[in-house]
């Protein structure tokens, strides 16, 4: 009976479907497959006339405070930003530009120059913080603006002026020619030492001062090399062997960024009275260098500001000096041995052999006739012959006397024998006759008796 009704319930439902569901079941796999991609691309369009046919609505906001509906119409912020905007447009030229002003580098690659130097800008590096007022040095008492929750605060107006003053002794010694040495044995300081050396034409040290390389520079800096330049600061040759004479260089002119760690090296430049320019905080003594600059040394950009400017008025002093040179004037005493350069080339040989130190001092002061050796004593006055012997006038002869101005000398001291050799009137000589031995001196002619 369960058999039977199953068969006529399946039957009946069977009758009821359609013949297309029937057929479908004797269909194969790819008409099934294609019907049923046609079937979905037509269902895609469709959706696609639809979605393009209708229009959209926005959704409405929904308040916050009342938690109801808003219409677009009654929302004001549509209506704020447009007068913002406006309002931009129409003041925006007003007023300055926020733009970041400290890029760290730049104090590195292009350090400020002496010009540059404001009260904001020392502010800004952080030169006025001082030490806590329990570290102080009575001796910064003139140095120091006031106390700030237990901390010194340096006076900016201070350090600016001194500054300023340490920038014109740079300057002048670099347009002297001279040496100057940039210090900073700190860390963080290598970069601003070397840029500030570099830029002044000196040397630089950010390792640990060697004690005793002034004091005792023969042995401790003798073997290093030596160069001979010229005022245009070009290498000259010829000098490598009277090099090693020379002692050990000492620099004209010290700048230690962080003189509590130095106070050796400081020390020593006292000793060999070499000036020096240090930067000076609340907890140091500002009798230890010749040039305090009152700052805060535990500030790297204070520090670099400093060195930079310091650096920058060395720059300009040696340019100075390097325009001069070109117009043919030097700013420096050149050194004896670089300037000793004899007229006749055939005594050159025999200069060296037949004078030595004490006598070559002796001819430059006109004080000294040596035998047998032609002198140029043209220019001298009556001061040049004071203390001068019999002895001292042997073997000169007329050529050795061309030039001289003899009515305005004392010779009474020296008595007739003195001349003798020479063989020279001189009651007889005057204006006109030494023109005539001059003329003759320059065009290398004998002057007419």
Not at 10 to 33: D, N, W, Y
Not at 249 to 256: E, H, Q
């Amino acid at each position: 009976m369960i058999i039977r009704s199953a068969i006529l319930r399946q039957g009946r439902r069977l009758s009821a479907a359609p013949v297309k569901s029937r057929s479908r079941c004797f269909a194969s796999e790819i008409s099934t497959l294609e019907a049923s991609v046609e079937n979905s691309l037509k269902e895609t369009h469709s959706i696609e006339s639809l979605i393009q046919r209708e229009t959209p609505t926005p959704i409405p906001r929904i308040d916050n405070t009342g938690h109801r509906t808003l219409s677009y119409k009654s929302d004001q912020t549509v209506r704020r930003h447009n007068a913002i905007k406006h309002q931009q447009e129409t003041t925006g030229w007003y007023g300055t530009e926020l733009a970041p002003h400290y890029q760290p580098h730049t104090l590195l690659t292009n350090p400020p120059r002496p010009s540059d130097i404001t009260l904001e800008l020392l502010l800004a590096s952080q030169s006025h913080l001082g030490h806590s007022t329990s570290l102080w040095n009575p001796m910064n008492s003139r140095y120091i603006f006031g106390i700030r929750q237990g901390v010194h605060i340096i006076s900016l107006d201070v350090t600016a002026s001194h500054l300023r003053r340490a920038c014109r002794v740079v300057s002048g010694v670099a347009e002297r020619g001279g040496l100057i040495l940039f210090v900073g044995t700190r860390t963080g300081q290598d970069r601003c030492v070397v840029k500030a050396a570099e830029l002044a034409g000196g040397c630089h040290l950010f390792e640990r001062w060697i004690p005793g390389s002034i004091t005792n520079g023969q042995q401790i800096l003798g073997p290093c090399r030596k160069k001979v330049v010229d005022e245009n600061d070009n290498d000259v040759d010829g000098y490598e062997e009277k090099l090693s004479d020379i002692p050990a260089l000492k620099p004209d002119l010290v700048v230690c960024l962080n003189p509590l760690e130095n106070w050796v090296m400081l020390h020593e430049c006292g000793l060999n009275h070499i000036p020096t320019i240090g930067i000076v905080d609340t907890d140091a003594d500002p009798t230890w260098v010749t040039y305090p600059i009152p700052a805060n040394d535990d500030s790297l950009r204070c520090v670099q500001v400093i060195a930079g400017v310091l650096g920058r008025a060395g720059e300009e002093g040696r340019t100075r000096r390097l325009a001069k040179a070109k117009k043919g004037e030097v700013t420096y005493t050149p050194t004896k041995f670089a300037t000793v350069v004899e007229e006749d080339d055939d005594l050159n040989e025999d200069w060296d052999d037949a004078l030595d130190e004490e006598e070559l001092a002796m001819a430059e002061n006109g004080s000294d006739a040596v035998k047998g050796k032609r002198l140029n004593i043209e220019g001298l006055d009556e001061k040049a012959f004071e203390g001068l012997s019999e002895k001292d006038l042997e073997g000169l002869g007329e050529k050795d006397l061309e030039g001289l101005d003899l009515k305005d000398m004392d010779l009474d001291g020296l008595g007739p024998e003195a001349l003798e050799e020479s063989g020279l009137d001189l009651d007889a000589l005057d204006p006109a006759d030494l023109k005539e031995l001059e003329a003759a001196i320059f065009d290398d002619k004998e002057p007419e008796k």
